[in-house]
């Protein structure tokens, strides 16, 4: 609510409008109202600094006798320019909502004990266990290396862990000693491993992420797999046995995508190998009864994109069913319920994030949900997070595309959810935050369905003309939807009509769909988002000599191609892309999958394919003046690539600019102050070409 000197404020402002429109025009009532709808408008846009007001929930769990629920609480500190959080505690009802940390240490990813009486998460790298009814609290693990996922064992005595844990290192070539005193340059490292560096991380030592066991009232940790191999996902079948996913193949680098489940017994070490196909077997969940697992993977066929299927292995009789071959989308996370007789999980259907259900024994798979996610704050990506509950309720984050990620829960056998909390009610976020209208059309190119969605800037008028922004998302496999991104907010709140489409390739849409551009991208894809940038034209309010277009990633790689392709963009900003296919293969983070998934081959073999797909080949087109914005530690997308088109631009003398954010990574928003410098500059380069 406005308090009383901003109240006046904004009359005045109201007056003073209203007076030199007086003495302009001499029409009193129609231009008073037009001076305060004009105010009006720009009272209920989204500002840059609201970023800081956002609240958003991750995480919840519900405890085992259903009464409680913990969640991590969420924000961006305007003063760390980081993001923090806390658990937060209330009754299932959502009532008596409290803290039940400070915060100071991030909390996050909670979960209770067997018996409800303790709640482990995660802090800084490290477990901690708090007592629910003291509140006390209690550092679990000290490890060097840093924890990744962990879980309550069924009787609740110890905990599993995951953990990078160092392997050897290929030592330098012996150098002289330095003379006493003498400052020489640090020592080399040597690398000999096909992947040594991670977006986020950089270059890192050579490590084999291990599971290990401790206590659950404190102790040392013992760890329960060795060798030279990486286990990832794991989950209890009992308190002695852990089914877990890993790549135990003697080349295991050059199979990025290979894993297989396991079981291993942790007393005795005995490892028993439960699945072996081709492609990857992850995320294992056991019923309760410890006879069946469910699990998500795929046959490998090393195609641009597989649909991620639910699996379930039948621990007597050896033998994998897959469960939701006619779904065909992406399988996440599956959960059994108390009985042991549905999975639960999480997939993407048409850019809307669900939580579906489906019988043990197969069947049809049930919507329960479609407003699953609402935790990237960002861009209007799916993230989010659920947990099945030992009563049969499900608790998940639910998101719209005007409010962040709240707590809702699912009651047993409802078929609706109810919201248990509202974060944002105390600002002005949810309302002025911009509705989306979901748009169909048709491919140019082959009358392919394309869906989209537009966002119209505050105080919208019909009989107006503004200027229309293509958002363009990255991945390529990836999906945007209606849901709540503070980045197009903002563009919203500055103007423009912003549209943002999931052109072929992206996922939500089934496996043929994503598979268009299987060693075809970009291509096709252009033809897509024109065809609804025509189609937003055509519905009218669109001022044609203002056409803007930017992405980030695979929406970096596409706007880099537009404007090789057509000059009906006035400006264009190209985030984070790739411009040249051949030196991204052999420079990113990801090199072991590019040549194999992307393209028929590694670049030396197939280089006319690699450079027939890169925008650096069509800078010779390009008229629209372009800018570049790139983190300098992106390891996804180095800026290397930004680098060379820069360059290559300035030598064809089309105006351009190199935005480079200092520290930031592939995940440029990762800190909100860079997540306003991409956005601020990215609408300052198209006010400067913007036509009026």
């Known amino acids: 609510m406005l308090s009383g000197p901003v109240v006046v404020s904004i009359l005045s402002m109201k007056l003073v409008v209203f007076a030199a429109l007086i003495a302009a025009h001499g029409h009193a009532a129609a231009v008073e109202a ?64 409290e803290p039940l940390s400070s915060g100071e240490r991030n909390e996050n990813a909670p979960q209770f004990s067997p018996d409800g009486k303790r709640v482990a998460f995660q802090s800084g790298g490290q477990i901690f266990i708090r007592f629910v009814d003291s509140g006390r609290a209690f550092q679990l693990t000290s490890e060097t290396q840093g924890v990744d996922q962990f879980a309550f064992s069924p009787d609740g005595k110890s905990l599993a862990f995951s953990m990078r844990v160092p392997a050897a290192k290929t030592k330098a070539a012996e150098l002289p000693t330095p003379p006493e005193g003498a400052q020489w340059a640090k020592s080399v490292s040597v690398i000999d491993r096909l992947t040594y560096r991670a977006d986020g991380e950089g ?33 209890f079948a009992d308190s002695a046995t852990l089914i877990m996913s890993g790549n135990r193949e003697a080349d295991a680098e050059y199979q990025p995508l290979q894993s297989d489940l396991f079981e291993l017994n942790i007393r005795s070490g005995a490892l028993k190998r439960l699945t072996d196909r081709i492609g990857p077997d992850e995320e294992p969940s056991v019923s309760p009864d410890g006879r069946y697992v469910a699990y998500v993977g795929f046959t490998d066929r090393e195609q641009f994109y597989q649909v991620r299927t639910l699996s379930l292995l039948d621990r007597k009789s050896g033998l994998s069913t897959v469960l939701t071959k006619a779904l065909d989308r992406d399988v996440a996370v599956p959960s059994f319920d108390a009985s042991g007789k549905t999975i639960y999980f999480q997939y993407d259907d048409q850019g809307q994030s669900k939580i579906g259900k489906i019988a043990r024994d197969g069947g049809k798979v049930v919507s329960l949900a479609a407003d699953f996610g609402g935790a990237d704050i960002g861009r209007p990506y799916g993230a989010g997070s659920m947990m099945v509950g030992r009563t049969g309720d499900v608790v998940y984050t639910q998101g719209t595309a005007q409010r962040p990620a709240e707590v809702a829960l699912i009651a047993k056998n409802s078929t609706s959810s109810r919201t248990l909390t509202d974060l944002n009610s105390d600002t002005s976020i949810e309302r002025n935050a911009r509705p989306v209208e979901e748009i169909w059309t048709k491919s140019s190119f082959d009358q392919q369905p394309i869906q989209a969605w ?27 939807g209606p849901r709540f991104a503070f980045e197009t907010q903002l563009y919203a709140a500055k103007g423009y009509i912003v549209v943002y489409a999931n052109p072929r390739g992206s996922s939500s849409y089934g496996e043929i769909f994503g598979n268009l551009i299987h060693h075809d991208y970009p291509n096709h894809d252009f033809d897509d988002l024109m065809s609804v940038t025509d189609a937003v034209i055509a519905k009218g309010g669109v001022d044609e000599r203002n056409l803007f277009v930017t992405g980030g990633s695979g929406g970096g790689v596409l706007t880099a191609w537009i404007v090789g392709h057509t000059d009906r963009f006035r400006a264009a900003v190209v985030a984070k892309p790739v411009i040249n296919w051949m030196s991204f293969a052999l420079t990113s983070d990801g090199g072991a999958v590019y040549s194999r998934y992307w393209f028929p081959g590694v670049p030396w073999e197939h280089a006319e394919h690699y450079l027939k797909r890169s925008p650096l080949m069509y800078v010779g087109n390009v008229k629209t003046p372009t800018m570049l914005i790139t983190g300098e530690a992106d390891n996804r997308t180095p800026i290397s690539e930004t680098e060379q088109y820069f360059t290559a631009l300035k030598l064809s003398k089309v105006p351009t600019q190199m935005v480079r954010i200092p520290g930031a990574s592939h995940t440029i928003n990762a800190r909100p102050s860079n997540l306003l410098a991409q956005v601020l500059n990215t609408v300052a380069w198209f006010e400067r070409f913007r036509v009026y």
Do not use: C
């Not at 030592?205 to 794991?234: C, E, L, M, S, W």
């Open 34 to 97: 037009q001076a305060v709808k004009a105010v009006d408008a720009l009272v209920s846009a989204i500002q840059p600094m609201d970023v800081f007001k956002l609240e958003w929930a991750s995480a919840p769990a519900i405890s085992p006798d259903g009464q409680k629920i913990i969640f991590a609480r969420s924000s961006l500190d305007v003063m760390t320019d980081a993001r923090r959080s806390a658990l937060w505690i209330m009754d299932r009802s959502g009532e008596n909502l």
């Open 203 to 235: 270059i890192f030592a050579p490590f084999f992420t291990q599971i290990f066991v401790v206590p659950a009232n404190g102790g040392t940790p013992r760890q329960v797999t060795a060798g030279d191999f990486n286990y990832g996902g794991f989950a």
């Open 454 to 480: 537009i966002m119209r800037p505050p105080g919208f008028d019909p009989a107006k003309k503004y200027p229309l922004l293509l958002e363009i998302h990255g991945g390529p496999v990836a999906n945007y």
